[in-house]
Each structure stands twice: as C-alpha cells, then as structure tokens.
C-alpha cells in the first residue's frame, strides 16, 4: 500500500514558477515509477510527466516540455514537479501517482495508486 500527499499548489501570475511535492508512505518507494497528472474544469484528466524508480528515465506529454520537470529524492520518498513559465491554461488540480510498472503509469495511465490532488490557479 502506497499513499501519496501532495503539496505545494496556489494561486500564482502567468510567468510565475510552482515546485510541486509529493511524499509517499511505505518503504518501497524507491521500487515505484512515479508521474503526475493534471484535470481542469470540464476536461479529462491527463498525463504531465513521469519518471522511473532510480530517475533514469524521465517522461513528458509533448506540450509541457520545456516547462516543467520532474524529479525525485528517493531518501525523502519524495517526487516532485517544477513549473516554470506558468499560463493560464495550466489552471488545474494535479495529481501525484504511483506504479511499479512504468508502462502502465505513462502509456496506460492507469496508476494503482493516486493522491488527493493539488490546485493550481494561474491568473493571466
């Protein structure tokens, strides 16, 4: 069992920068493929990065590339993501996940486990 927390959403101005955390319970974090996701108002929920157990591999959804990155500290259990050039359109709840299986986080985007979710509000 994993759970998953998420922090560091907000009100902030289009251009502002967000570090968005996520801390994970158990001790087999390190063994977990972590990804975040995003819904807005009206919309699906959609894929925004991912990265493998050891952060060898990282993965993005092609719009977002550039402006965000993904990152985690496996001695905090611990993944986070950093925003910059923030818009508008980023406006959303962002969710952290979790899987073992890398494929199934990012292809499938299906992860076992799920947070409560974050909001991000971005003003223009």
């Known amino acids: 069992q994993v759970q998953l927390v998420e922090s560091g959403g907000g009100l902030v101005q289009a251009g502002d920068s967000l570090r968005l955390s996520c801390a994970a319970s158990?001790?087999?974090?390190?063994?977990?493929?972590m990804g975040w996701f995003r819904q807005a108002p009206g919309k699906e929920r959609e894929f925004v990065a991912g990265?493998?157990?050891?952060?060898?591999?990282?993965y993005y959804t092609e719009s977002l590339k550039g402006r965000f990155t993904i990152s985690r500290d496996n001695a905090k259990n611990t993944v986070y993501l950093q925003m910059n050039g923030l818009k508008p359109e980023d406006t959303a709840v962002y969710y952290c996940?979790?899987?073992?299986?890398?494929?199934?986080?990012?292809?499938?985007?299906?992860?076992?486990?799920w947070g409560q979710g974050t909001q991000v509000t971005v003003s223009s």
């Open positions: 996940a979790a899987d073992q299986d890398p494929h199934t986080l990012v292809v499938k985007t299906t992860p076992e486990y």
């Open positions: 158990g001790r087999t974090f390190s063994t977990y493929a």
């Open positions: 990265i493998s157990f050891n952060g060898g591999q990282v």
